[in-house]
Protein backbone atom coordinates (compact mmCIF):
# COMPACT_ATOMS: atom_id res chain seq x y z
CA UNK A 1 0.00 0.00 0.00
CA UNK A 2 1.71 3.24 -1.41
CA UNK A 3 1.54 5.92 1.93
CA UNK A 4 2.02 9.57 1.71
CA UNK A 5 2.95 11.56 4.33
CA UNK A 6 3.45 15.57 3.96
CA UNK A 7 5.48 17.01 7.53
CA UNK A 8 6.42 20.50 8.23
CA UNK A 9 5.57 23.55 10.38
CA UNK A 10 2.50 24.68 10.23
CA UNK A 11 3.35 28.21 10.46
CA UNK A 12 5.72 30.57 8.58
CA UNK A 13 6.94 34.05 9.12
CA UNK A 14 6.43 36.44 6.31
CA UNK A 15 9.65 36.37 3.83
CA UNK A 16 11.17 33.21 5.52
CA UNK A 17 11.51 30.09 3.48
CA UNK A 18 8.63 26.90 3.91
CA UNK A 19 9.90 23.91 3.78
CA UNK A 20 8.11 20.66 3.74
CA UNK A 21 8.87 16.90 3.57
CA UNK A 22 7.12 14.16 2.40
CA UNK A 23 7.67 10.29 3.05
CA UNK A 24 7.07 8.16 0.75
CA UNK A 25 5.96 4.45 1.94
CA UNK A 26 5.15 1.27 -0.49
CA UNK A 27 6.97 2.47 -3.74
CA UNK A 28 9.48 3.24 -5.43
CA UNK A 29 11.10 6.54 -4.90
CA UNK A 30 13.25 6.51 -8.19
CA UNK A 31 10.99 4.63 -10.46
CA UNK A 32 11.39 5.55 -14.51
CA UNK A 33 7.88 5.75 -14.66
CA UNK A 34 7.00 8.18 -11.54
CA UNK A 35 6.55 11.63 -11.33
CA UNK A 36 6.94 13.59 -7.47
CA UNK A 37 5.08 17.15 -6.87
CA UNK A 38 4.46 19.05 -4.94
CA UNK A 39 0.69 20.68 -5.06
CA UNK A 40 -1.52 23.49 -2.82
CA UNK A 41 -4.86 24.93 -2.75
CA UNK A 42 -4.73 28.05 -1.30
CA UNK A 43 -8.17 29.35 1.14
CA UNK A 44 -11.31 29.47 -1.33
CA UNK A 45 -9.26 29.00 -4.60
CA UNK A 46 -8.62 26.18 -6.91
CA UNK A 47 -5.34 23.63 -6.60
CA UNK A 48 -2.22 24.82 -7.92
CA UNK A 49 0.62 22.50 -9.34
CA UNK A 50 3.94 23.89 -8.14
CA UNK A 51 6.41 21.29 -9.21
CA UNK A 52 7.53 18.12 -10.53
CA UNK A 53 10.76 16.04 -9.90
CA UNK A 54 11.35 13.38 -12.15
CA UNK A 55 13.87 10.35 -12.87
CA UNK A 56 16.95 11.33 -12.73
CA UNK A 57 16.45 14.35 -10.61
CA UNK A 58 15.02 16.43 -13.37
CA UNK A 59 12.78 19.51 -12.39
CA UNK A 60 9.97 21.20 -13.29
CA UNK A 61 8.26 24.63 -12.04
CA UNK A 62 5.30 26.49 -12.01
CA UNK A 63 6.36 29.53 -13.98
CA UNK A 64 4.85 31.36 -11.59
CA UNK A 65 7.06 30.30 -8.80
CA UNK A 66 10.28 29.24 -10.32
CA UNK A 67 12.66 32.38 -8.83
CA UNK A 68 11.09 30.83 -5.78
CA UNK A 69 10.64 27.33 -5.56
CA UNK A 70 12.86 24.10 -5.53
CA UNK A 71 12.74 20.33 -4.98
CA UNK A 72 14.74 17.95 -3.90
CA UNK A 73 14.83 13.84 -2.87
CA UNK A 74 16.33 11.94 0.07
CA UNK A 75 16.43 8.33 -1.93
CA UNK A 76 17.90 6.82 1.47
CA UNK A 77 14.90 8.39 3.77
CA UNK A 78 12.17 7.78 0.71
CA UNK A 79 11.84 11.67 0.49
CA UNK A 80 11.46 14.00 -1.08
CA UNK A 81 11.13 17.83 -0.07
CA UNK A 82 10.32 21.59 -0.79
CA UNK A 83 11.38 24.44 -0.49
CA UNK A 84 9.64 27.97 -1.06
CA UNK A 85 11.38 31.06 -0.26
CA UNK A 86 10.09 34.60 0.36
CA UNK A 87 6.87 33.48 1.48
CA UNK A 88 3.81 35.58 1.88
CA UNK A 89 0.48 35.45 3.15
CA UNK A 90 -0.76 34.71 -0.64
CA UNK A 91 1.51 31.19 -0.06
CA UNK A 92 -0.77 30.28 2.82
CA UNK A 93 -2.82 26.60 1.99
CA UNK A 94 -2.97 23.25 2.09
CA UNK A 95 -0.19 21.63 0.64
CA UNK A 96 -0.02 17.87 -1.03
CA UNK A 97 2.45 15.75 -2.10
CA UNK A 98 1.94 13.07 -4.83
CA UNK A 99 2.89 10.88 -7.38
CA UNK A 100 1.71 10.58 -10.63
CA UNK A 101 2.69 9.46 -14.58
CA UNK A 102 3.65 12.96 -15.37
CA UNK A 103 4.86 16.40 -14.44
CA UNK A 104 2.83 19.55 -14.05
CA UNK A 105 -0.97 17.81 -13.47
CA UNK A 106 -2.92 20.00 -12.10
CA UNK A 107 -6.04 17.67 -11.17
CA UNK A 108 -6.05 15.98 -8.45
CA UNK A 109 -8.25 12.74 -9.33
CA UNK A 110 -5.23 12.61 -12.51
CA UNK A 111 -2.69 11.81 -9.46
CA UNK A 112 -2.39 8.04 -8.96
CA UNK A 113 -1.21 8.48 -4.87
CA UNK A 114 -1.14 11.57 -2.41
CA UNK A 115 -1.01 12.60 0.95
CA UNK A 116 -3.62 14.08 2.87
CA UNK A 117 -2.31 17.61 2.96
CA UNK A 118 -0.78 19.60 5.62
CA UNK A 119 -2.15 23.39 6.48
CA UNK A 120 0.92 25.89 6.34
CA UNK A 121 -0.45 29.60 7.40
CA UNK A 122 1.84 32.31 6.43
CA UNK A 123 1.80 35.06 8.93
CA UNK A 124 3.59 37.33 11.58
Known amino acids: QVQLQESGPGLVKPSQTLSLTCTVS??????????WSWIRQPPGKGLEWMGT???????YYSPSLRSRISISRDTSKHQFTLQLSSVTPEDTAVYYC????????????????RGQGTQVTVSS
Open 53 to 59: IGYGDNT
Open 26 to 35: GDSITAYSRY
Open 98 to 113: AIGARARITTMNDYDY
